[in-house]
């Protein structure tokens, strides 16, 4: 990678282009609060249930983290994109004509959400290549295309729903979500994937065939395996079948050798997650996402809900709180992504901060019952949950840029998990008790926790007791080795 890449011209193309990109693929997601009374209405099922399809979209987007970034790894930020903009599309279509909340959940839910985890890996995954210096203000830029996306179509949505029907609106929707395509293009990798390179060092052996023959339509021809001197396993299985004697491996020996080979790679993953997770800071980071992701998302999914069942207002305002969550979401982004760049700021204490912010404003949602004090708290949960764009920032710091994709990966994985479990928990709440209140205090409890656990892991003490018990083990064993020293002197 080429110094003079980072952060030049380019760069900031990469900056737009991914900007559209998660502009156009999370814009339904984000506001899929105006559809969910749209649902609850149509399907006729509980609150519980319907809740389902919001949260397995931004959910399923966060758990498949791990597979899309091996795609990104493996085949670049710009065919991945690619095909991004035909799963979006197609799913975001497909949930025109869903019979029940069941295909909605597979459609939206599932579709869209692996679409979005695609376009998700592929922006952050291709900004933090372009960029060094500069690196938390253009994440702060890029994933502020979400929040412009859930404010602009949750507007566009709702007039669409006035003027086309549900339908109607789903399929303008999906329709415009074919532009990620044309988002792909400025894309260029500064080095080439994982997959190209597998393909270019496979091109450079010429002397031997670039793949083996399946075992079905494998000849044995003795003239031409000692013209080429290359000998397939299948070959090789079959000469020692009829060669026990001349001393070469049995044929078993030789299956497993592999079986190991191909676990190889696979069993290498697993060592590398584990390796993540002895690292104290990671671990408290991945537990405080999974309880901000479990208690700070289902109230956006319900807010236009609680105005409604409250009977603060009839419909759905011009500005929808959904819209004023977005704006402040974006706002944060920015705010937060300046600030991680200075010197004296923590990133992981920033990010803490807003956990702890985003719970006191959703524990004060049951005591403030007017449409004012749900505007003030929405646009508060909105600031503070641009924190978003920190994940990847403070992911770099811990692990370096080049475990970024997967460590990024089992980070969002927790995410994911906890936006998927959440909306259903706290629909399930209201059904339970008809009220909103118990479900606020829940969430908001976690994503407090979630600030306290990310706290105590980054105390100053835990370094210091680290840092005195190395010094003690190299005390202890230079203390050993002048006693070594007295021995060997003394004989």
């Known amino acids: 990678m080429a110094a003079g890449s980072l952060d030049g011209g380019w760069s900031w193309v990469i ?19 105006v559809l969910y009374p749209e649902w609850l209405s149509t ?19 966060l758990i498949t983290s791990p597979l899309c970034c091996a795609c990104v790894d493996n085949f670049g930020a710009r065919p991945v994109t690619i095909f991004s903009g035909v799963m979006v599309s197609g799913g975001l279509m497909l949930s025109a004509f869903a019979p029940n909340v069941s295909f909605l959940i597979f459609s939206y839910g599932i579709v869209v959400g692996i679409g979005c985890g695609l376009v998700y890996a592929a922006t952050l995954t291709i900004t933090c290549q372009y960029f060094d210096k500069r690196r938390g203000l253009a994440l702060g830029i890029v994933t502020t295309g979400t929040s412009v996306g859930g404010f602009v179509y949750a507007t566009a949505q709702n007039e669409l729903i006035e003027l086309l029907g549900l339908d109607g609106c789903l399929l303008i929707v999906g ?32 002397d031997g065939p670039l793949y083996d023959k399946p ?35 049995p044929v078993c020996s030789q299956v497993v050798q592999v079986i190991k080979r191909r676990l190889r790679p696979h069993v290498d993953y697993l060592h590398m997650m584990g390796e993540y997770f002895q690292d104290r800071t990671f671990t408290a980071f991945c537990i405080s996402i999974f309880l901000f992701s479990l208690g700070a998302f289902p109230p ?27 704006v402040a979401t974006g706002i944060g982004k920015l705010v937060l992504g300046a600030l991680v760049d200075m010197r004296w700021v923590s990133g ?14 959703l524990l004060l949602m049951p005591a403030w019952k007017s449409y004012l004090g749900l505007q003030v708290l929405s646009a508060a949960l909105g600031f503070f949950s641009g924190n978003w764009s920190l994940t990847s920032y403070i992911t770099t710091r811990i692990v370096g840029i080049e475990r970024l994709g997967q460590a990024h990966g089992v980070l969002m994985c927790f995410g994911g998990f906890g936006i ?17 209140d118990l479900a606020f205090f829940f969430s908001g409890s976690c994503v407090v926790l979630g ?25 202890t064993e230079k203390e050993n080795t002048s006693a070594c020293d007295k021995v060997a002197s003394v004989a």
């Open 175 to 206: 329709a415009l979500a074919l532009n990620l395509m044309a988002c792909a293009g400025p894309m260029r990798p500064l080095d080439l994937p994982g997959y190209y390179l597998k393909q270019k060092a496979a091109l450079v052996h010429k």
């Open 420 to 436: 998927t479990l959440g909306p259903p928990v706290v629909g399930w709440f209201f059904d339970w008790t008809q009220s909103y």
């Open 215 to 249: 075992a079905a339509i494998i000849t044995l021809d003795p003239a031409s395996t000692q013209a080429s001197g290359h000998k397939s396993p299948v070959k090789e299985f079959l000469i020692s079948m009829e060669s026990r004697e001349s001393g070469v491996e």
């Open 348 to 361: 992981l204490h920033l990010y803490a901060l807003t956990l702890i912010g985003s719970g006191v404003a």
């Open 300 to 326: 956006v999914l319900f807010m236009e809900d609680v105005a409604q069942s409250e009977g603060l207002i009839e419909h759905v305002a011009l500005i929808p709180l959904v819209s004023i969550v977005a």
């Open 15 to 33: 900056v737009l282009s991914s900007f559209l990109a998660q502009l156009l693929a999370f814009g339904s997601p984000q506001s899929v609060g």
């Open 43 to 61: 399907f006729n099922e509980g609150k519980g249930m319907t809740a389902w399809v919001g949260s397995m979209v931004s959910g399923v987007a």
């Open 451 to 475: 600030g306290i656990v990310l706290f105590l892991a980054t105390l100053p003490c835990w370094d210091q007791g680290e840092k005195e018990s190395n010094v003690i083990a190299v005390e």
